[in-house]
């Protein structure tokens, strides 16, 4: 499978200050890459979508000006959580795609905690 | 109703059965089909895709697809306990829908 790198992998902050979680697909150009959420004991749950150059496409209920995505890349998506919140804690986890295949691969996710 | 329902589970099998798990979907027009394993606190992993009715095996995985029934199911054989986790059932439409998951206790 595509190997797909997260960074961090665990980050612990206080509330109000924004993180910037990096997702690199390290052997293929993921020309959409997907941004996931999971909350414990819950399924994946997607936060928005983005092609290479564009901007994203936010899911219904998902705050663009708060989860701000940066595909600027083809090897390379930001996401950061602005102002977090406790209720922002959560495990994401980007997942890039390579043109027209259909196999989705996911990053190792990040956990993230706000204080 | 949702996309891609599965039996949340938990499925408890002993060491060495099959373990069955399933997953129906809403959208007759999907088109390919995942299943993936999830251990705690990790992401999941692609354990295999299927795309034609009927069955595909790898390893000691069976995948099984009945479109005209909207049902995709996989089959573990010889189940062993590190394949304790949760197995999400994912379907391709617009976007990719995903299961909520079954949890897999395969005791020793």
């Known amino acids: 499978g595509a190997v797909v790198s997260q960074h961090p992998s665990w980050v612990i902050c206080k509330s109000g200050t924004s993180v910037k979680i990096e997702c690199r697909s390290l052997?293929?150009?993921?020309?959409?890459m997907f941004w996931y959420r999971q909350f414990p004991k819950q399924s994946l749950m997607l936060m928005a979508t983005?092609?290479?150059?564009?901007?994203?496409?936010?899911e219904q209920g998902v705050e663009k000006d708060k989860f701000l995505i940066n595909h600027a890349s083809l090897t390379l998506s930001t996401l950061t959580v602005t102002s977090a919140h406790p209720e922002d804690s959560s495990f994401y986890i980007c997942?890039?795609?390579?043109?027209?295949?259909?196999?989705?691969?996911f990053g190792p996710g990040t956990r993230l905690t706000v204080l | 109703q949702k996309e891609v329902e599965q039996n949340s589970g938990p499925l408890s099998v002993p060491e060495g059965a099959i373990a069955s798990l399933n997953c129906t979907y809403s959208?007759?027009?999907?088109?390919?089909f995942f299943w993936y394993r999830q251990y705690s606190g990790k992401s999941p992993e692609l354990i295999m895709f299927i795309y034609s009715n009927g069955d595909k095996e790898d390893g000691r995985f069976t995948a099984q697809l009945n479109k005209a029934s909207q049902y995709v199911s996989l089959l573990i054989r010889d189940s062993q306990p590190s394949d304790s986790a949760t197995y999400l059932c994912?379907?391709?439409?617009?976007?990719?829908?995903f299961g909520t998951g079954t949890s897999l206790t395969v005791i020793p």
């Open positions: 983005s092609n290479e150059g564009s901007k994203a496409t936010y």
């Open positions: 052997d293929f150009q993921a020309t959409t």
């Open positions: 959208d007759r027009g999907s088109q390919s």
């Open positions: 997942s890039p795609k390579q043109g027209s295949y259909n196999e989705q691969f």
């Open positions: 994912a379907v391709t439409g617009n976007q990719f829908y």
